[in-house]
């Protein structure tokens, strides 16, 4: 997506995302082409390209906008990572749920992953619950071991309909976390 603050470019942008979103409910995702798109946006062609290189684009720029409130939140700390995250799902339910119904879960994967990196570059709040754990040690394969191992669960919890207890799903992961410390099952030794 190209970046503007034009309230007509950000209109375009909108109706565009909008419309594929509509179209995800009523085809495969593979499907769609950009014409059905505009078609439905009511769009010129010109319009949709001004504002996204492809259809792809359209959709890796809403999942990206919407993790990036999440990634504030984690990264103002004083948060319990994994409440945020199903907070996260919860409020995001319906597009979830459209990207399960596609088998396209992993783009999420995909755009959490493209931060991995982020942190040495861009400032990171001293409050970021993940600085201190990370103190001395390699930050980007423990990120991706977090990010891997929760979204996982995430996954999981959307294709079976979200209808498990978050709380549940939480202390089943707090109690396993628990085990492994007490029972030195994974050493370093």
């Known amino acids: 997506m190209y970046k503007t603050k034009n309230p007509s470019a950000i209109r375009s942008q909108k109706d565009i995302t909008k419309a594929l979103l509509n179209l995800m409910n009523e085809y495969p995702y593979e499907e769609i082409s950009v014409k059905q798109i505009l078609i439905d946006a009511k769009l010129a062609r010109k319009t949709f390209y001004r504002n996204f290189e492809s259809k792809d684009d359209v959709l890796l720029s809403l999942i990206r906008e919407k993790l990036f409130y999440y990634f504030q939140i984690v990264n103002k700390g004083d948060v319990?990572?994994?409440s945020t995250i199903f907070s996260f799902a919860i409020k995001n339910r319906e597009l979830l749920m459209l990207l399960e119904k596609n088998n396209l879960l992993h783009v999420v994967l995909q755009c959490m992953n493209e931060n991995i990196g982020l942190h040495k570059t861009k400032h990171v709040s001293k409050n970021?619950?993940?600085?201190r754990l990370f103190d001395g040690l390699d930050s980007e394969y423990l990120i991706s071991l977090n990010i891997g191992a929760i979204w996982n669960v995430?996954?999981?919890?959307i294709h079976e309909g979200m209808k498990d207890d978050p709380e549940y799903i939480k202390n089943s992961i707090s109690k396993y976390l628990m085990s492994l410390s007490e029972e030195n099952i994974?050493?370093?030794k």
């Open 128 to 131: 970021n619950p993940f600085v």
């Open 154 to 157: 995430i996954t999981l919890w």
């Open 80 to 82: 319990n990572v994994l």
């Open 186 to 188: 994974i050493s370093c």
